[in-house]
């Protein structure tokens, strides 16, 4: 190999962003090594072996064995980086699954959030909203003198089993305005806003209200929504849709929970 070609330790480092510090301790610990010493026992790299070193130092931040990427270096057989490269991919691939889920957690609770700090409390009004994906829990059975909390906690309890991630925000499903009204506080059904839910808040003219309050705790709402549909002369199209927008991750305050009430509109 012509001397000319070869990067001195110097250069090699403006290349590749490694202090030449670094690039003798890979030296040292056989992790990495230039591809030639000169007489004056100075380290020389081909242009090649940045890739080599980019490759070594990805391997290294994922935390791989020092001596499993030593072992790799030196080997260099392609039969043992294919396994190395597929154990990574597969781990990588797991990861990369829990980040994405974790970003759409995120995503889903911010979004609830700032729709809640844009809300018109006090107000009923009309909009369009539009779909949106939810994981459907089972029909909710409210046993005489039954609270709230008896059925969501068991509504939790099966979660799991029903794949539904209770980690994303949930809320409460009516059947229809009599549903709520006669019993606000006990919801057909409970849903998790979940991005890959296989049931679906569907798309158009709704009635929107706000009110504050814990858990269950409607207040006069469900009136309200009423009579405004009354006063309008439409009906309301079930089902409608209990969505906490800030909740206990927002409040430490139950009274300052704000919960959205959202009924299709059928003129």
Excluded at 12 to 18: D, I, M, P
Excluded at 83 to 98: P, Y
Excluded at 176 to 202: E, H
């Amino acid at each position: 190999m012509n001397s000319n070609d070869l990067l001195s330790i110097k250069e090699f480092s403006k290349f590749t962003g490694l202090k030449e510090s670094t690039l003798r301790y890979y030296d040292e610990i056989g992790l990495f090594s230039p591809v030639l010493r000169g007489d004056n026992n100075y380290r020389y790299y081909s242009v090649q072996q940045i890739i080599t070193v980019n490759l070594i130092n990805v391997l290294a931040s994922l935390d791989i064995p020092r001596k499993e990427i030593i072992k790799m270096s030196k080997e260099r057989d392609p039969d043992s980086i294919l396994k190395l490269f597929s154990e990574q991919e597969e781990i990588l691939t797991a990861q990369i699954r829990r980040i994405s889920e974790s970003h759409a957690i995120i995503q889903t609770f911010r979004r609830l959030i700032e729709e809640g700090n844009r809300a018109t409390e006090g107000v009923i009004y009309e909009c369009e909203m539009p779909s949106m994906s939810i994981s459907l829990g089972p029909d909710n059975h409210f046993p005489k003198d039954a609270q709230f909390y008896q059925t969501f906690m068991k509504y939790c309890a099966n979660a799991k089993n029903l794949n539904i991630n209770l980690s994303y925000p949930i809320g409460g499903y009516y059947n229809d305005i009599d549903a709520l009204t006669q019993n606000p506080s006990q919801p057909s059904n409970f849903f998790s806003i979940t991005p890959d839910g296989k049931s679906k808040k569907p798309a158009g003219h709704y009635l929107v209200g706000h009110i504050r309050g814990y858990y269950g705790d409607m207040g006069d709402l469900p009136q309200r929504l009423c009579d405004y549909a009354k006063a309008h002369d439409f009906s309301l199209k079930g089902p409608l849709y209990a969505i906490y927008l800030h909740d206990e991750i927002t409040s430490l305050q139950p009274t300052e929970y704000l919960v959205q009430i959202s009924a299709l509109i059928k003129k």
